[in-house]
């Protein structure tokens, strides 16, 4: 087998989508491997599970920094971890310009909504007050407006009668859980087909 793809994973918090990542990863056919767990939040929980992995980790607040200056240090750990792809897993903060331009074209980010509908926050509780009938979850390429580089893969479910948008975001979390593995694999296939 080819040399996997080394994965950066970016994350502010329960990290599940990165769990998933992983546990995909550990497919013995996987074109990629996760090398690296970061976050601007040192108490982000899914770092535990990077770490009982034995995934190298890297958490720093963010604050007081300013975010180009913070973008920096993080940029410099995933060059030294030989980084090559990035995955945005529930990673809550605007990345700077600077960053997505040394990184253009190589990082994905999962967002639960059917994409271009909902960019930002509480897409769950916009979807259900919107009146629409489904929802769901895109993974898409990053470019520095938030939520908006191009679609490379979306699921859909529907939105039943009564549900809240917890009920909603349980619903969706699970498609994202098998959406963000096979799309992350099929994009590192392609690149290394390119
Ligand atoms: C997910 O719903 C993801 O789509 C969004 O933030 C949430 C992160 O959840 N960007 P987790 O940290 O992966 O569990």
Redesign the pocket.
């Known amino acids: 087998m080819a040399e996997k793809a080394r994965i950066g994973v970016l ?1 502010s ?6 769990a998933s990542l992983i546990a995909a990863s550990h497919a013995a056919d996987s074109p990629y491997e996760v090398v690296f767990v970061g976050s601007n939040v040192p108490e982000a929980a ?1 770092l535990d599970l990077a770490r009982r992995e034995g995934i190298a980790t890297w958490a720093r607040s963010h604050k007081g920094m300013k975010r180009a200056e913070f973008d920096a240090l993080m940029d410099a750990e995933l060059r030294a971890a030989g980084v090559e792809t990035i995955a945005l ?2 990673y809550m903060r605007l990345l700077s310009p600077e960053f997505i331009e040394r990184w253009q074209g190589r990082i994905l980010n ?3 909504s059917l994409l271009p509908l909902y960019k930002g926050l509480d897409t769950h509780a916009r979807a259900i007050e919107a009146g629409d009938a489904k929802a769901g ?1 895109s993974v898409h390429i990053v470019t520095p407006e938030l939520d908006d580089g191009p679609v490379i893969a979306q699921a859909e479910v529907p939105i039943l009668p009564g549900d809240t948008a917890a009920d909603l ?1 349980a619903r969706v ?1 699970i498609e ?1 859980h098998r959406l963000y593995p096979e799309a992350l694999a099929r994009f590192v296939r392609e690149r290394i087909a390119a």
């Not at 918090?13 to 990165?18: F, I, K, P, V």
């Open positions: 994350i918090g329960r990290g599940s989508n990165m899914g897993a529930g999962i967002h639960p979850c975001a979390l994202e």
